[in-house]
C-alpha cells in the first residue's frame, strides 16, 4: 500500500508554504497526502494579506473523513490559527497511533503572525503531548519554552523541557542564528542524543515554505517506515537542494524547487 500523510494546515494561496507546499513534498517522496485545511491566507511571495481561519467543526469533520475512511501512516500539523481550532485538531488526533510531526508556524517568512497568543498556550498544553516530534525555529522555540537553544547543552536542556510537555523528540532549526553554517539539531527528550545537521547558509530570498516543507519531508519518512533520525537526515538534504535550486518566482520570498528527487 502506497504510504499515507495526514496533512493538518493553512492554505497558501501562493503555493510556497501551508497545504501546497505539503502536498508537493509529500508527491516529491511518493507518499499520498490528504489535507485538512484549518485556515485560508491571502498571500504571495510579498507577504500575507490576510487570513480566516475554518469553523472547527469544518476542521474536525475533514480529519475525522480521512481517519475513519483511508487512514494514515504519519501525521503533520502546520498552520492552525487560534486557539479553537487548536483544541479542535487535538481532539481529532488523540489516541492516534500514527506519528506526529508537529511544526508550530507562528510567524510566515515577511513577519505576518499566524498564529495568536493563546493558541501558543493550547499547542503547549494540548498538541505537544500527541507529537513524536516537534520541528520550531528559534524564536518558536522561544514562544513555546522561554528560551532558544545556541549550544548543544542547552539543545538537551531544552528537549528536556519539550519531554516534560509531551513532545518525545524536538529538531531546533538554525536558520534564525547567525553565522556561515547554519545548524539544526535533533534533540532525544529523554537519553540527551544529539543528531547535528549542518549545511552552509545560502544567500537567497528564495526560502517561503522552507519550514513546511521540512516538516512534510520528515512527516513523509515517516510514513514510509523510516527511522526518525533516517527521515530528518533525508529531509535535510531535500530541503537544501530545493533552496539551491528555487526557481526563483515572485519578486520577493519566492517558492522553493519541491520537485527535486529526494536522495
Not at 481529532?92 to 513577519?111: I, T, Y
Request: charged residues 15%.
Amino acid at each position: 500500500m502506497i504510504p499515507r500523510l495526514l496533512i493538518v494546515a493553512g492554505s497558501d494561496s501562493g503555493g510556497g508554504a501551508g497545504i501546497q507546499a505539503d502536498i508537493k513534498t509529500a508527491c516529491a517522496f511518493g507518499v499520498y497526502a490528504m489535507t485538512a485545511i484549518t485556515a485560508v491566507t491571502v498571500q504571495n511571495t510579498l507577504g500575507v494579506n490576510g487570513w480566516q481561519s475554518i469553523d472547527t467543526d469544518v476542521v474536525k469533520g475533514q480529519i475525522d473523513a480521512c481517519l475513519s475512511d483511508i487512514g494514515t501512516d504519519a501525521l503533520k500539523t502546520g498552520m492552525l490559527g487560534d486557539a479553537a481550532v487548536v483544541t479542535a485538531v487535538a481532539d481529532a488526533l488523540r489516541g492516534q497511533s500514527a506519528p506526529l510531526v508537529l511544526d508550530p508556524v507562528m510567524v510566515a517568512k515577511g513577519g505576518a503572525k499566524l498564529l495568536t497568543d493563546e493558541a501558543v498556550t493550547a499547542i503547549r498544553t494540548q498538541l505537544l503531548p500527541l507529537a513524536m516530534v516537534v520541528t520550531p525555529n528559534l524564536p518558536e522555540c522561544e514562544a513555546l519554552i522561554g528560551f532558544a537553544p545556541t549550544t548543544d547543552g542547552q539543545a538537551r536542556d531544552a528537549a528536556k523541557k519539550f519531554r516534560a510537555l509531551g513532545a518525545r523528540h524536538v529538531l531546533f532549526k538554525g536558520g534564525h542564528a547567525s553565522g556561515a553554517i547554519v545548524r539544526d539539531i535533533l534533540a532525544d527528550g529523554e537519553t540527551g542524543e544529539l543528531l547535528v545537521l549542518e549545511a552552509p547558509r545560502l544567500e537567497t530570498c528564495h526560502t517561503h515554505g522552507t519550514g513546511c516543507t521540512l516538516a512534510s519531508a520528515i512527516a513523509s519518512g515517516l510514513a514510509q517506515k523510516r527511522s526518525l533520525a533516517d527521515a530528518v537526515r533525508r529531509a535535510h538534504a531535500y530541503v537544501q537542494y530545493a533552496i539551491r535550486t528555487a526557481p526563483g518566482l515572485g519578486s520577493g520570498h519566492g517558492p522553493l524547487n519541491h520537485f527535486v528527487k529526494p536522495s
